[in-house]
């Protein structure tokens, strides 16, 4: 059975300061980008898992080929922060990309009001997005909006802040460790903590740690990946670490790119039965599906595919 090259998996890339999220998709592109591949279209194709500002630094998961599929597990995952908040001023953009506003004054602040106004912002809430964002309103992102001094008007949205830590405050900069549902803004946490104090809030420094639960030091820098790119990509099985392993024997594997259902005695299944499996053949994923008890008996599931991976299915109609 002849077997396709596809660049699949996840880099975990330590953004650099400065780069857009888009620009560091278009970087990982280029390094596993071969050499006769000159057209855009013949490239491999990436995107990411969750955005990060250009002052941001740190993990931002790149998807490569048929990992992009997937990417789902990285945009709905919780996220870790740590975030400097320089108290005595604020901008229009809520960081150090916009004019400021307003200044500050701080001296009434103290390590005892840092905490006892943390606690507000710990647990379930409702948070408003900065309107420099990339929230669409009316058709159009909000950022364009208010660079052209539109007012943009953004409607509350449910977030979780699962742990807030405070980790010191000297001068005027306060520094938090963050960890937090999808869809927080750390810039409008920064904003509404800096309210609370009767403050400015402004972020002058915002780095990813962890996104997903993966550890800081999955990350590799620009230059690690330059190097040594192969080693610096994670298997698509092991992004979806999450979902229980299935393995097929040859005839079911077969069955299951064809996109037909696969009947499993239950002494056959090396997993837990799940609503979502991650299938593999031998060492080779297959895509995901769904199992689900047979009706008419007692002793099988059902293997129904739910995505089929197309390099899957060029291996046996290769």
Known sequence: MPQTEHPCGVVFLDKPQGWTSRKAVNFVIRCFAKPQQKNRKQRPKAGHAGTLDPLATGMLPILLGEATKFASMGLNAEKCYEVSIDLSFQTNTLDLEGEVLQRCATEHVDEDAIHAVLEQFRGLQQQVPPAFSAIRVDGKRAHALARKGEEVILEAREITIHKLEFLSFSGCILSLKVDCSKGTYIRSLARDIGLALACGGCVTALRRVSSGGWAEAMMVSVA????????????????????????????????????????????EMKAETSVLSCILWQETMLGTGTLQAKTDSDHAKVLQPQRVLPSAQEIWNG
Do not use: H, I, N
């Open 224 to 267: 690690e990946l330059e190097e040594r790119k192969e080693a610096c990509m994670l298997p698509l099985p092991k992004w979806l670490r999450d979902l229980p392993t299935l393995r097929l024997d040859e005839a079911e594997a077969k069955r299951f790119v064809q996109g037909q259902r696969v009947v499993l005695a239950d002494e």
